[in-house]
């Protein structure tokens, strides 16, 4: 089975420190994979994409940055945390059907203090 | 660019009754997907049906169906017979079919969601 998995489940951290949220793909090879950030009372927001190793797209300017270094791993991360990054981050991959649906990790929960 | 509105902050239903969710969205593409997700309280996004816009048959999913109105751009969700599991909230989401290099077609665009209660 194609298993999204994230970590770490929970964060805490002050602002100002680096962040490193990673997300790793089981039974599927170069997929397609996604970032998500869901903030208190909203929908979701797409952060960054990735269609093969080294390659990301960026879709909104912010504090945030993405790499893949590997098939099958995709990391968010970022330098120094505002308060603002705080939220609940999500990772998904792309199915392999025609409607192309999202498969979603089970989510990272960052709170900055 | 495309929009998704859920005008329902939140709904409530009794258990074993029905109710619909509302979805519309605003396009000028013809050929689309659209999706219904469902974040319980675990916040794993599920998805729970999709609907390819060429197609005028209404998809079904057990006790999920839609009421797809192309000409309306209406997307509406109903769960029969609902269960406490059902508790949760509620996206629907929104991507193009136009082929696009780099992966960018495959984005969905989310509508902000319903929050779903089911009362014993």
């Known amino acids: 089975s194609q298993t999204i998995h994230q970590w770490p489940a929970t964060l805490v951290q002050p602002v100002g420190s680096p962040l490193s949220l990673e997300c790793t793909v089981e039974?599927?090879?170069?997929?397609?994979l996604y970032w998500y950030r869901q903030a208190a009372g909203r929908g979701l927001q797409l952060l960054f994409y990735?269609?093969?190793?080294?390659?990301i797209s960026s879709e909104v300017p912010q504090n945030l940055s993405a790499s893949r270094p590997q098939d099958r791993q995709f990391i968010l991360s970022s330098k120094k945390l505002l308060l603002s990054d705080s939220g609940f981050y999500l990772c998904a991959r792309r199915g392999a059907g025609r409607t192309g649906e999202l498969f979603f990790g089970e989510g990272s929960r960052l709170t900055v203090l | 660019a495309q929009t998704v509105t859920q005008s329902q902050p939140e709904m409530s239903v009794q258990e074993a009754e029905t109710v619909t969710l509302s979805c519309t969205y605003d396009?000028?593409?013809?050929?689309?997907?659209l999706f219904w997700y469902k974040q319980p309280p675990s916040r794993q996004m599920i998805l729970v049906i999709r609907?390819?816009?060429?197609?005028?048959q209404n998809a079904t999913e057990n006790r999920f169906s839609v009421n797809f109105q192309k000409a309306a751009k209406s997307f509406s969700l109903k769960i029969s017979d609902s269960q406490l599991g059902d508790a949760a909230m509620y996206f629907c989401?929104?991507?193009?079919?136009?082929?696009?290099?780099?992966?960018?077609?495959?984005?969905?665009?989310f509508g902000k969601g319903t929050l779903l209660t089911v009362n014993p």
């Open positions: 609907q390819e816009a060429y197609k005028q």
């Open positions: 989401a929104y991507r193009s079919g136009k082929m696009n290099s780099g992966g960018s077609n495959y984005k969905l665009t």
């Open positions: 396009t000028s593409e013809s050929d689309y997907y």
């Open positions: 039974g599927t090879s170069n997929p397609n």
């Open positions: 990735s269609v093969g190793i080294g390659q």
